[in-house]
């Protein structure tokens, strides 16, 4: 995809497109903003051409290549996200991957469901990023736990409505995630929950999501006592005291330079956790990450990154293990 993106002053914080690393054009400050990670900012200004904003009209611009600190620019900031306003983020590596599972009916919404060679009577929830259900990425992740003895289900949690196309235009996507809102899916997970204990007789549940799956992960780690572990990657909901009281251990993992929840939120995450939790959790940050680490990039060709990807994973199923056994 390529693109530019801009913003109106007017308009109050923008709405960040930092994390697609191949868009062509975007604004950005012509000097790190307050929060944003320095390794960020000059990857983004070695890699993209930066337009800087020169005054109050935001139709004032001017454009450099990787060194916009030459220009005089009106400072903007990046957006936190979370489930009222989160951020538009790049599809990544896709993977070539050759599904272990199968697609079912799970009453009104189809599922991608893969089961372990051994009988079990424990399953884990995959929850979609704005990509959609049928990302091989997502399922990826689906049969490697799987193959360490979950019955997994990556349900469509968008309700047949198409997820998000990387190459349409983004300042339509506030519009398109209103119609799904991470929080109302709630109908969608009790019919996967029926299947797993009436069809596959299963007793421990676990819930992991990416992304939007995260944002829904906080969600039922909240509001579902009888889903025993959670393991949100990059995913947060926030502002509200009642996100806070956990009602099963969560894992929230989170990359350093992810430009879509910037360092400071995820401290504020930790503290709130460690004042209203009640249940075991643990937050991790992973060094020069950024947003989608975990299942959007192949480690053969992120050769720096792979140690990190690795361990973020071995957390995943450690975690699983641990509450869900």
């Given at each position: 995809m390529s693109g530019t993106a801009g913003v109106n002053p007017?308009?109050?914080?923008?709405?960040?497109?930092?994390?697609?690393?191949?868009?062509?054009?975007?604004?950005?400050?012509?000097?790190?903003?307050?929060?944003?990670?320095?390794?960020?900012?000059?990857?983004?200004?070695s890699r993209c051409t930066v337009t800087i904003l020169i005054g109050s009209?935001?139709?004032?611009?001017?454009?450099?290549?990787?060194?916009?600190?030459?220009?005089?620019?009106?400072?903007?900031?990046?957006?936190?996200?979370?489930?009222?306003?989160?951020?538009?983020?790049?599809i990544g590596d896709k993977f070539e991957h050759e599904e272990q599972g199968k697609v079912i009916q799970i009453e009104h919404i189809k599922a991608y469901v893969?089961?372990?060679?051994?009988?079990?009577?424990?399953?884990?929830?995959?929850?979609?990023?704005?990509?959609?259900?049928?990302?091989?990425?997502?399922?990826?992740?689906?049969?490697?736990?799987?193959?360490?003895?979950?019955?997994?289900?990556?349900?469509?949690?968008?309700?047949?409505?198409?997820p998000w196309n990387p190459n349409s235009d983004w300042s339509v996507f506030p519009e398109w995630l209103k119609s799904r809102p991470a929080t109302k899916v709630d109908k969608e997970v009790d019919v996967v929950l029926k299947y797993l204990r009436e069809q596959c007789h299963v007793k421990k549940i676990g819930v992991i999501g990416f992304c939007w799956g995260g944002v829904v992960t906080h969600h039922l780690m909240l509001t579902y006592p009888d889903i025993k572990a959670g393991v949100s990657f990059y995913g947060i909901m926030r502002d509200a005291e009642d996100h806070y009281n956990l009602q099963?251990?969560?894992?929230?993992?989170?990359?350093?330079?992810?430009?879509?929840?910037?360092?400071?939120?995820?401290?504020?995450?930790?503290?709130?956790?460690?004042?209203?939790?009640?249940?075991?959790y643990e937050v991790k940050v992973f060094p020069k990450q950024t947003h989608g680490f975990v299942h959007r990039k192949k480690e053969e060709i992120n050769p720096e990154d792979k140690p990190y990807i690795e361990e973020a994973r071995k957390d995943m199923i450690e975690w699983l293990h641990k509450y869900i056994n």
């Amino acid at each position: 995809m390529s693109g530019t993106a801009g913003v109106n002053p007017a308009d109050g914080p923008p709405w960040c497109m930092a994390c697609i690393p191949n868009v062509t054009q975007l604004c950005l400050s012509p000097s790190p903003s307050p929060g944003m990670h320095p390794d960020l900012y000059t990857h983004l200004t070695s890699r993209c051409t930066v337009t800087i904003l020169i005054g109050s009209n935001s139709g004032q611009r001017d454009t450099a290549r990787s060194n916009p600190r030459e220009h005089t620019g009106l400072c903007t900031s990046f957006v936190m996200a979370n489930e009222a306003r989160p951020c538009p983020c790049d599809i990544g590596d896709k993977f070539e991957h050759e599904e272990q599972g199968k697609v079912i009916q799970i009453e009104h919404i189809k599922a991608y469901v893969c089961k372990p060679h051994s009988s079990t009577d424990k399953a884990v929830i995959v929850v979609q990023d704005i990509f959609g259900w049928e990302l091989p990425n997502t399922r990826f992740i689906a049969d490697l736990l799987s193959a360490h003895g979950y019955i997994t289900v990556c349900p469509d949690l968008f309700r047949g409505q198409e997820p998000w196309n990387p190459n349409s235009d983004w300042s339509v996507f506030p519009e398109w995630l209103k119609s799904r809102p991470a929080t109302k899916v709630d109908k969608e997970v009790d019919v996967v929950l029926k299947y797993l204990r009436e069809q596959c007789h299963v007793k421990k549940i676990g819930v992991i999501g990416f992304c939007w799956g995260g944002v829904v992960t906080h969600h039922l780690m909240l509001t579902y006592p009888d889903i025993k572990a959670g393991v949100s990657f990059y995913g947060i909901m926030r502002d509200a005291e009642d996100h806070y009281n956990l009602q099963n251990p969560t894992l929230f993992i989170f990359g350093e330079i992810d430009s879509v929840i910037p360092l400071d939120q995820v401290n504020v995450l930790k503290e709130k956790l460690k004042e209203h939790a009640k249940f075991d959790y643990e937050v991790k940050v992973f060094p020069k990450q950024t947003h989608g680490f975990v299942h959007r990039k192949k480690e053969e060709i992120n050769p720096e990154d792979k140690p990190y990807i690795e361990e973020a994973r071995k957390d995943m199923i450690e975690w699983l293990h641990k509450y869900i056994n």
